[in-house]
């Protein structure tokens, strides 16, 4: 997606309050990390900004539904990049349902942490990250018009377009991968699965769609 989308004050004011409430950086995680990144950082405050300016490429309703729940969190780490839901402990309290994100990987923005981050987006989407709830890749929905989507996702992943070129198993990962090429090389995405480009496009990373979700008063539930 073009670095130049659109930052209204209502996307910014979102991202702010994820910055606030959802992001977090483990106070030893530049010091622990790789020489390169220790350079690169200066404060403990930059790699969360650094991580906002990708999710601006988010659309302001996807990210008003996430700002809205209190699931699903972003740690900012010198561990692997991994996401893991449930309770999952934070200094003396907990935080529920965590992608956790290695600074070496923050750093280059490459498709590996886009990757991990969009499986909390799943979860957040199919079932505001309750541990024992579903992804919406699974057809689940945190309301109506997103089991719809999901719904619709699991009949044109069944078909089976992708899987071998981007080398994935289950629907988890092919919403995940098909979520990033979209957002950043959709033309292979409309050669590889036209389907699922015109069910994204028309729905998850399209503002109208969470305009009506809101007009319909379903989209927090």
């Known amino acids: 997606m073009d670095d130049a989308v659109a930052r209204t004050p209502e996307k910014n004011a979102l991202l702010r309050a994820l910055w606030r409430d959802k992001l977090h950086t483990e106070p030893e995680a530049i010091e622990a990390s790789p020489r390169a990144i220790r350079q690169t950082y200066d404060s403990i405050w930059q790699p969360s900004e650094r991580l906002l300016v990708e999710l601006g490429q988010l659309p302001t309703g996807l990210l008003s539904l996430w700002a809205a729940s209190t699931r699903g969190h972003v740690v900012l780490t010198h561990f692997s990049s991994t996401y893991r839901p449930g309770s999952q402990s934070w200094r003396k309290s907990s935080l ?19 990757l991990v981050l969009f499986h909390l987006l799943d979860h957040l989407l199919g079932s505001d990250c309750r541990e024992s709830g579903g992804r919406l890749s699974d057809g689940e929905g945190s309301h109506s018009m997103l089991r ?74």
Do not use: M
């Open 96 to 114: 529920e349902s965590v992608c956790y994100l290695a600074l070496s990987d923050l750093e280059a923005w490459s498709r590996r942490p886009a």
């Open 148 to 221: 719809d989507v999901g719904q619709r996702f699991v009949t044109i992943e069944a078909l089976g377009y992708g899987h071998d070129e981007l080398r994935v198993q289950t629907r988890h990962d092919y919403f995940a991968h098909t979520l990033w090429l979209h957002l950043y090389d959709p033309e292979k995405l409309n050669v590889l699965d036209p389907l699922v480009f015109k069910l994204y496009a028309n729905t998850l990373l399209d503002e109208g769609f969470w305009l009506r979700a809101g007009r319909d008063g379903r989209a927090h539930k």
